[in-house]
């Protein structure tokens, strides 16, 4: 099989939506041999700073010597970002090569009665086999979506697990309330575990302490176990203090923008000290301080031009959006911008359109590439509750053209909204395209 055979059937795979539980992929995972079984995960899941948690955490690891694979989803230029090992993506050859060995046992379980598997699903078995054959030393996971019956949760134990935050986010299939979520996210947590938080929501931090009482496991939490004071927020990063679980850091920085990211990295270096403290791993505070230093992880509060300024950002929900007015305050103090945003149909898109259109001189709406866009047109009718028109275009690299030619050299231009949309709006800047899919 070739790359390309292997990308157009993985896309394909989409048809079979969003199926949760767990019995397809135990049941294709113990077809593999459990590649599972042999390994240590770190395991990430939460609402919203999932990827970068566990993209810190992952280079923080690296930095301390370890072998590491990183899985998360979705991807933004190509299928390949999902699966890493040491920052480096899986090759076109070994995901074919991957792909080509696991075609045939898809078919047998179909044969014998089984529903096919997700394209999530075929993922999460791809990265695991991928790690297992490598021979990495951890396995950071991120939760594709809620937890408890998501595929990531095929492994048995973890070495830490990592819940970002909670917040209202899919609740179509995540339940209607912040206690419901909070149930499917909590659902990650093992028995005897070591569980890392820095949800805030009372009602969501009482279930994650209830399920870490009944099944006997270890709770930090960020805010309270662990405090962090920032010394400085700007457009080359930020730079703040933790007192962490095992000593204090002075100076650590990352070059991740918007404060929230310190909470992010407050996380991460919990995770890891959490890990030294009870699972044995070395990690001292160089690695830290160069682990957080490095990471990279675009699409997030990313600038992608000088001028005009452009700012790219996946807000796909409410509580990122209030991260990102918060940030953009924060950063271009008093700056109005010219807003292009595109996001998905079952997304709180009124909630989101009140954070961020205020800050905006001119709105353009556009389309995601997903079948989930729905009636993106909406917001447009969202918009004009702001005394404002937005102009609709269908294109994403049309409207991104289209705020370009409105913009003088001095003017703001904020991207955001659905990461299919995002990474559509970055391909447009974005001059080396070596490692991306072709369409």
């Known amino acids: 099989m070739e790359y390309k055979e292997a990308l157009a059937y993985l896309r394909q795979l989409t048809q ?3 199926n949760f539980g767990l019995e397809r992929i135990k049941e294709l995972t113990q077809r593999l041999g459990s590649p599972q079984d042999n390994m240590s995960f770190i395991h990430v899941g939460g609402t919203n700073g999932k990827g970068s948690v566990a993209s810190m955490v992952a280079s923080i690891l690296q930095e301390a010597g370890y072998r590491v694979g990183l899985f998360t989803s979705p991807h933004l230029h190509s299928y390949r970002e999902r699966m890493r090992i040491n920052g480096a993506l899986i090759s076109p050859q070994k995901l074919a090569q991957l792909m080509e060995h696991l075609r045939p046992i898809l078919e047998d379980m179909v044969q014998e009665g089984f529903e096919h598997p997700t394209e999530f699903e075929v993922n999460t078995a ?18 594709g979506l809620g937890g408890r019956i998501d595929s990531t949760n095929v492994i048995d134990t973890s070495l830490v697990t990592v819940i970002t935050n909670v917040a209202m986010d899919h609740m179509d299939y995540l ?4 206690d419901s979520i909070a149930r499917e996210k909590a659902g990650i947590i093992k028995k005897g575990g070591v569980v890392v938080t820095g949800a805030e929501a009372p009602e969501a931090l009482d279930i ?9 496991a270890l709770l930090y939490i960020v805010g309270k ?3 962090c004071e920032v010394e400085r927020a700007d457009l080359c990063g930020c730079t703040f203090n933790l007192r962490g679980l095992t000593r204090e850091y002075k100076g650590l920085r990352v070059r991740l923008l918007g404060r929230h990211q310190v909470k992010n990295a407050a996380l991460a270096v919990t995770c890891v000290e959490a890990a030294l403290l009870h699972r044995g791993l070395a990690i001292e505070e160089e690695h830290v301080k160069r682990g957080l230093e490095k990471t990279c992880w675009p699409g997030r509060l990313e600038i992608v031009s000088s001028k005009p300024m452009v700012v790219i950002d996946g807000a796909h929900n409410y509580d990122g959006a209030c991260r990102l007015r918060e940030a953009m305050d924060e950063l271009f103090p008093l700056q109005p911008y010219i807003l292009v945003i595109g996001m998905l149909a079952d997304k709180e898109r009124e909630k989101v359109v009140a954070q961020l259109v205020p800050g905006a001189k001119k709105v353009i709406v556009t389309r995601p590439n997903s079948f989930r866009a729905g009636d993106w047109e909406k917001i447009a009718d969202f918009v004009k ?28 231009i904020l991207i955001t909204g659905s990461l299919y949309m995002i990474a559509d709006a970055r391909a447009c800047f974005i001059q080396d395209k070596k490692d ?3 369409i």
């Open 16 to 18: 079979y939506g969003y």
């Open 436 to 438: 991306f899919d072709e």
């Open 208 to 216: 994650i302490e209830e399920t870490c009482r009944d099944k006997g």
């Open 385 to 412: 509750a702001y005394g404002r028109e937005a102009e609709i275009v269908s294109e994403v690299e049309g409207a991104v053209a289209r705020a370009l030619d409105q913009a003088e050299d001095e003017d703001l």
């Open 175 to 178: 339940g209607p309330t912040l």
């Open 126 to 143: 791809l990265a695991l086999e991928y790690f297992a054959e490598e021979e990495v030393d951890i396995g950071v996971l991120e939760v």
């Open 225 to 227: 176990d662990v405090t």
